[in-house]
């Protein structure tokens, strides 16, 4: 299957600072990516979703001016979380799916996760 | 949005068929389901999808019923490396419920 990756795979950051994870699809062309967000022992939460070269789309609830979305090219999307606190230590999954030379693609597949704690 | 109901939990003995219901009672007819598993602190791992006809791949078979309100994940021969949380998505919103978390025991 096709490969995302992310990074960085965890991090710590003081209290008040911004903190950039980047996902990538390493064998395909992404046209859309999507960003989750999990906190222990439960479900993946869908934070937003984008399409390359246009704004992405935030789900109810989720500040867009916290967490800046970018999807420049069609193998790169970036999360920012910004002026980031206590709360916002959790589990940032991405996922992406497009078209590849091969075959067109169905499947989204999803990064190995970024754990994020702030301190 | 069509939305999945799964078992929160089941059991299986290794060596054993796994079969893991999902009920999505409000899918539209162009709306794939999807089975994802997500093992402990790794990202989510596809296992398959279908729209109407059953599928099987090298990792489990997916019988979807005729009405398409219901469908089950099959693991015809579960080890103790498939106990994870199983995720049964409806493709157009790809919004995560609960899912079944499944042991595998020996």
């Known amino acids: 299957g096709a490969v995302v990756s992310q990074h960085p795979s965890w991090v710590i950051c003081k209290s008040g600072t911004s903190v950039k994870i980047e996902c990538r699809s390493l064998?395909?062309?992404?046209?859309?990516m999507f960003w989750y967000r999990q906190f222990p022992k439960q479900s993946l939460m869908l934070m937003a979703t984008?399409?390359?070269?246009?704004?992405?789309?935030?789900e109810q609830g989720v500040e867009k001016d916290k967490f800046l979305i970018n999807h420049a090219s069609l193998t790169l999307s970036t999360l920012t979380v910004t002026s980031a606190h206590p709360e916002d230590s959790s589990f940032y999954i991405c996922?992406?799916?497009?078209?590849?030379?091969?075959?067109?693609?169905?499947?989204?597949?999803f990064g190995p996760g970024t754990r994020l704690t702030v301190l | 949005d069509a939305k999945t109901t799964q078992p929160t939990s089941m059991d299986c003995a290794e060596g054993r068929a796994a079969n893991l219901p999902c009920n999505h009672s409000t899918i539209s007819g162009n709306e794939y389901v999807y089975w994802y598993r997500q093992i402990h602190s790794q990202g989510p791992q596809y296992i398959i999808h279908g729209l109407k006809n059953n599928e099987t791949n090298e990792m489990a078979s997916l019988i979807i019923t005729e009405d398409r309100k219901s469908s089950t994940l099959i693991l015809p021969h579960a080890t103790l490396r498939d106990t994870a949380v199983y995720y049964c998505?409806?493709?157009?919103?790809?919004?995560f419920g609960a899912g079944t978390r499944l042991t595998v025991k020996p």
């Open positions: 064998d395909f062309q992404a046209t859309t």
């Open positions: 984008s399409n390359e070269g246009s704004k992405a789309t935030y």
């Open positions: 998505i409806v493709r157009s919103h790809m919004r």
């Open positions: 996922s992406a799916k497009g078209t590849s030379s091969l075959r067109e693609m169905n499947e989204q597949f």
